[in-house]
Each structure stands twice: as C-alpha cells, then as structure tokens.
C-alpha cells in the first residue's frame, strides 16, 4: 500500500493514499504515536473501525437509508450497520484511492473527484500539513449542484502512551444535554438533563475525571454501548 511520510522537528505523520488512513502521529521526543493504528497495513483495507480513514460522504448515521435531493426526489442509500447507512456506506471514502500530491516535506495534498457514489458529483481536496507540533486537515469539496457533504477523519486517540488504557485520560466536557439514542444508535431527539435524570450522571463530564468512570453503568444508554461511550453531547 502506498505510504506517505510528513515530517518536521516536533512530529511525523504517516498515511496511506488508501482511504486517506492517518496512521502515525509520532512524537519525536517521546516516540509515542498518539493514535491508534493496526499492526499490518493491509488490514486498512477492512478496517471495520474506520481507524485513521477520511470518511464521507456523510459521516455518521443515516436513518431511514435515504435523502431528499435537489430537485425533490428521494435517493435510496445502500446500508452497512443493520438497517442505516453509516459513514457513506459500503463504499464510502475510507474505501477509495486518493490521489497524492507532495508540495512539501511538511505537507501533501490528497484529492478525489467522488462521481461514482449514490450523490451527485463533487470534487475534493483535502490537505494534511504540519504547521510546529500541529497537524492539520483541512477539506474543501466543490459542487455543481446542492449536494450532500459532511466529511470527517476518524482517528482514534491516546494522548498518553501506547501502554495506558484510554480509561484513565481525564475529561472535561462544556456543560451540555447528553443525546438519547436507540439500540441502531440513532438519535431519538430527546436530550438529557442529568438533574433531571440522575440515572445517568456518570456520563456526565462538566467536571474533570476519568473516562472509564462512565464504563459499564446499569442503564440503557450503557447497555447500547457495550459498556463504553459512543455518544453525542
């Protein structure tokens, strides 16, 4: 698989042209790569989690599996996760083959003219480029007509070292409503007030504490989750 290198005195970054999968974000100093990453290239070709991949054309769900388009009419999307469309489906980004541009060796341009999927037609460009110790994405896509486009990287963060487990990171979030979903994970458009609803203020983060203090709770929410935290505030 096509590998590409970023580099400067702080970081390096690696990625692949395939789905635009970020693989590595060393530190140089401490030699910890703070995202996580398969052991083989190859299984970037699955890669059921969607580590490291650019993904759209809409990330996230899509329920029901269909959109309203320009002109009114309804198109039906393919679905990938039970009955939704997730992540752009079976063929979203994270399965195509960006082409790569070198401009520097602390940046690269990747783009995609997306003329095959179940939108309409556009054309991105999608930049990672190092600027000090800060990596940046940034994605434009043109189109001729109203469109769908909603894209994303989904890398998957350790901040600390590849040996401490996610759990003991701490967290603080804005005050904020937690988002209820149901068991395809989609939003039901009810919001959480947790004084309102003490059942779940362990997933409440308006004060500093630790991750894996909200793992495994006796509610719904929990249940849906596998234990874990896949959910929006």
């Known amino acids: 698989m096509e590998r590409y290198i970023i580099e400067n005195q702080y970081l390096i970054v690696e990625f692949l042209a395939y789905g635009g999968c970020i693989t590595k974000i060393v530190n140089k100093k401490t030699k910890t790569n703070y995202i996580l990453a ?4 190859i299984d970037y070709k699955r890669n059921p989690y969607y580590l ?7 990330a996230g769900r ?3 599996p269909h959109y309203i388009d320009y002109r009114g009419k309804s198109v039906s999307l393919d679905t990938n996760e039970k009955n939704v469309h997730l992540h752009g ?14 401009k520097s060796q602390e940046s690269y341009n990747l783009s995609l003219v997306d003329d095959r999927s179940l939108y309409e037609a556009m054309v991105f460009n999608i930049s990672y480029r190092l600027s000090k110790n800060v990596f ?7 189109s001729e007509v109203p469109t769908i486009c909603n894209l994303t990287n989904h890398m998957y963060f350790n901040l600390d070292d590849e040996k401490t487990s996610v759990g003991k990171h701490l967290l603080k979030i804005a005050d904020a409503k937690l988002q209820l979903i149901d068991e395809q994970y989609i939003p039901t458009g009810d919001l959480i007030d947790y004084a309102s609803e003490p059942m779940y203020k362990g997933f ?3 004060n500093t504490k630790e991750i894996e203090s ?3 709770q006796n509610n719904l929410l929990s249940m849906i989750c596998n234990g874990g935290i896949d959910l929006a505030y």
């Not at 490291?52 to 809409?58: E, F, P, W």
């Not at 940046?136 to 043109?142: A, D, F």
């Open 89 to 102: 489906g079976r063929d979203g980004f994270h399965k195509k083959q960006f082409r790569v541009e070198k």
């Open 204 to 206: 409440d983060f308006s």
């Open 62 to 64: 899509t329920f029901p």
């Open 136 to 142: 940046i994405i940034e994605i434009t896509g043109v």
């Open 214 to 216: 909200a793992f495994n």
């Open 52 to 58: 490291g991949a650019v993904i759209g054309r809409n």
């Open 38 to 41: 398969y052991d083989r290239y």
